[in-house]
């Protein structure tokens, strides 16, 4: 007998779950093409997410600022 394919996590959904795309890191579900995004699957660590995206961008944002050189 076959292995069964892995299914996607979310409620009643019967689609194949995606490899590596379909993977979540915050929650450790796997998720079919249609709900692979945090949004769509209501994911637990939506919000520890956009904290880390948040704090990634604003350190990036501040590396490339201009910095006055004064005396010159």
Same mark, same amino acid.
């Given at each position: 007998?076959?292995?069964?394919?892995?299914?996607?996590?979310? @409620?009643?959904? @019967?689609e194949a779950?995606?490899?590596?795309?379909?993977?979540?890191?915050? &929650?450790?579900?796997?998720? &079919?093409? @249609?709900?692979?995004?945090?949004?769509?699957?209501?994911? *637990?660590?939506?919000?520890?997410?956009?904290?880390?995206?948040h704090a990634?961008?604003?350190? #990036?944002?501040?590396?490339?600022? *201009?910095?006055?050189? #004064?005396?010159?």
């Open positions: 007998m076959a292995p069964r394919k892995p299914r996607c996590n979310f @409620k009643e959904c @019967k779950a995606q490899r590596i795309v379909g993977d979540c890191s915050f &929650c450790s579900g796997h998720y &079919c093409s @249609k709900h692979r995004m945090l949004e769509a699957h209501a994911c *637990t660590g939506l919000e520890d997410c956009k904290k880390e995206s990634r961008n604003a350190d #990036k944002l501040n590396s490339e600022r *201009t910095h006055v050189i #004064k005396g010159v």
